[in-house]
């Protein structure tokens, strides 16, 4: 059987007492068979990786940020011609579908291309004659060596999110991926070695919960960066910052659609089958409740979600016709099947019920129908808490603020929409909802790559949201330099004047 190994300096095997003979299986989600075998490190392994991301990085630091950004436009050149490649990869451990898979790797891409203008991002700020003959200026510089713990779910984009960042700015940097799909990160670590980074620069290192306490309590890693469920990163949070370390850690969502009773229904119908089954809903900025406004609009959509979530196909992740795959292991599909069961003992009304979902030939693939609740409550556990699977709820509100209320009240922040043709109702609802990324007619708002990716409430755990200028800063320290370059004549009449004083 395949054994997926760490990609570091020298290689697992080479560095004795770092391995312990602990595996993991790595599962194809369309067939339920295991694929590969996934090596796990320890401590011992970690010191190596970071040992050498210590070597390398004050070189690093100390190049140029034009040749550091001509290493990200390679980068980004051989991520472009290796797609397909990446995308199959992808599909094959995760089970989201082709063009999920490479939709995944163009959104973390988008960020390698932002960071490929590092040299204009990094520019600080100039003050001359801020006092007699005195220049200010600021600069901003590495930490030295951060690492990313990521999820399973977009195992290319939120990676690049953090490494690219991370590293553009000078910093050496340890990728812990999950262990479910970890073949796409050891790949782009390839790539970026092909691209011209120095060696150990990037290392990918596979563990479990062994290797994430071993990453938040060393002394040499300076920032640790997360995505997960909320639980986890708050722990993630505490223990990081408990060492002395900067942290951002992202968790779970439960994001909310409002449609306004103005709203084009077709449209946001045709998003929401997108946006709630799409990659099978295991996505922290899907849109799995949705809330009409009115009992004639929630009536109105009822009658046209019914038939256009009849019409969506599940399928392995290389058709081409499927409109989603299966999710990631069976213990997540167990998972998600009880929390259906759970809105159906909690009193919701079950419209389509996606549990007793079969493909022929593929009857021990991980897949799960959509399903779709009406008549969900505030009061209900299966509303609270993220279900992460291909489920839509319906919350019906008896008016806007009612609706503008679900998202705001609700213990995670990360992503809401509105649809409306309203343009104050819109207006509105943007400047008064407690979330931190606010979509309008848009049903996943996630940010560009030069803005900043971040919820809030228990979707963020931190200060400092994911990449764009907020990335930058969270990668990097501001040294401040106040200068004087005295005429000099010994006599004292030069003599140092504080700004603010003078």
């Known amino acids: 059987m395949r054994l997926i190994d760490h990609f570091i300096t020298g290689g697992a095997g080479a560095v004795p007492g770092t391995y312990t003979g602990r595996t993991s299986d790595v599962y194809n989600p369309s067939t339920g068979q295991v694929q590969a075998q996934l090596r796990l490190g320890d401590a011992a392994l970690l010191e190596k990786v970071v040992a050498t991301a210590k070597e390398v990085q004050p070189g690093w630091a100390a190049t140029n940020p034009q040749k550091r950004a001509r290493v990200m436009f390679r980068f980004k050149e051989l991520i472009e011609q290796n797609m397909d490649d990446l995308a199959h990869k992808l599909s094959n451990e995760h089970g989201k579908v082709i063009d999920d898979a490479k939709g995944d790797v163009q959104r973390g891409l988008e960020v390698i291309e932002y960071c490929c203008g590092i040299p204009q991002v990094l520019k600080g700020e100039y003050t001359q004659g801020a006092g007699p003959g005195i220049d200010v200026y600021s600069m901003r510089q590495p930490l030295g060596i951060g690492a990313g713990i990521t999820p399973f779910n977009f195992p290319a984009m939120i990676p690049m999110w953090m490494f690219g960042m991370a590293i553009a700015v000078g910093n050496a940097f340890v990728l812990k991926p999950s262990e479910r799909d970890p073949s796409v990160p050891n790949r782009l670590a390839e790539l970026f070695l092909e691209a011209g980074a120095p060696e150990g620069l990037l290392q990918v290192i596979h563990g479990d919960k062994e290797m994430v306490d071993a990453i938040l309590d060393h002394p040499d890693i300076a920032a640790v960066s997360f995505v997960g469920s909320s639980d986890i990163a708050h722990y993630v949070y505490k223990r990081g910052v408990a060492a002395g370390k900067r942290v951002q850690a992202m968790g779970g969502a439960k994001n909310h659609g409002i449609i306004m009773p103005d709203a084009d229904l077709d449209q946001a119908v045709?998003?929401?089958?997108?946006?709630?089954?799409?990659?099978?809903?295991?996505?922290?900025?899907?849109?799995?409740?949705?809330?009409?406004?009115?009992?004639?609009?929630?009536?109105?959509?009822?009658?046209?979600?019914?038939?256009?979530?009849?019409?969506?196909?599940?399928?392995?992740?290389?058709?081409?016709?499927?409109?989603?795959?299966?999710?990631?292991?069976?213990?997540?599909?167990?998972?998600?099947?009880?929390?259906?069961?759970?809105?159906?003992?909690?009193?919701?009304?079950?419209?389509?019920?996606?549990?007793?979902?079969?493909?022929?030939?593929?009857?021990?693939?991980?897949?799960?129908?959509?399903?779709?609740?009406?008549?969900?409550?505030?009061?209900?556990?299966?509303?609270?808490?993220?279900?992460?699977?291909?489920?839509?709820?319906?919350?019906?509100?008896?008016?806007?603020?009612?609706?503008?209320?679900?998202?705001?009240?609700?213990?995670?922040?990360?992503?809401?929409?509105?649809?409306?043709?309203?343009?104050?109702?819109?207006?509105?609802?943007?400047?008064?909802?407690?979330?931190?990324?606010?979509?309008?007619?848009?049903?996943?708002?996630?940010?560009?790559?030069?803005?900043?990716?971040?919820?809030?409430?228990?979707?963020?755990?931190?200060?400092?949201?994911?990449?764009?200028?907020?990335?930058?800063?969270?990668?990097?320290?501001?040294?401040?330099?106040?200068?004087?370059?005295?005429?000099?004549?010994?006599?004292?009449?030069?003599?140092?004047?504080?700004?603010?004083?003078?």
Request: with cysteine.
């Open 270 to 502: 045709n998003d929401l089958m997108g946006a709630a089954y799409g990659s099978a809903g295991e996505r922290c900025m899907a849109l799995p409740v949705v809330v009409p406004v009115g009992e004639d609009t929630a009536e109105r959509l009822k009658a046209k979600l019914i038939p256009a979530i009849d019409a969506l196909r599940p399928g392995i992740s290389t058709d081409p016709e499927a409109h989603y795959g299966p999710v990631v292991t069976k213990q997540h599909k167990e998972k998600v099947e009880a929390w259906i069961q759970k809105g159906v003992d909690e009193g919701a009304e079950l419209v389509v019920d996606g549990r007793n979902f079969s493909l022929q030939g593929y009857e021990e693939g991980f897949f799960i129908g959509p399903s779709l609740f009406d008549h969900v409550t505030t009061d209900m556990e299966s509303y609270k808490e993220e279900i992460f699977g291909p489920v839509l709820q319906m919350v019906r509100a008896k008016d806007f603020e009612e609706a503008l209320s679900l998202p705001s009240q609700h213990q995670y922040g990360n992503g809401v929409a509105i649809f409306t043709r309203n343009g104050h109702a819109a207006r509105e609802f943007a400047s008064r909802v407690n979330v931190g990324m606010v979509g309008i007619n848009v049903p996943i708002p996630v940010p560009v790559s030069y803005h900043s990716f971040g919820g809030w409430k228990r979707s963020a755990f931190g200060d400092t949201n994911q990449y764009g200028t907020e990335g930058l800063k969270f990668w990097t320290k501001v040294k401040t330099v106040t200068q004087r370059w005295p005429d000099g004549g010994g006599d004292g009449s030069n003599a140092f004047v504080i700004p603010t004083m003078g």
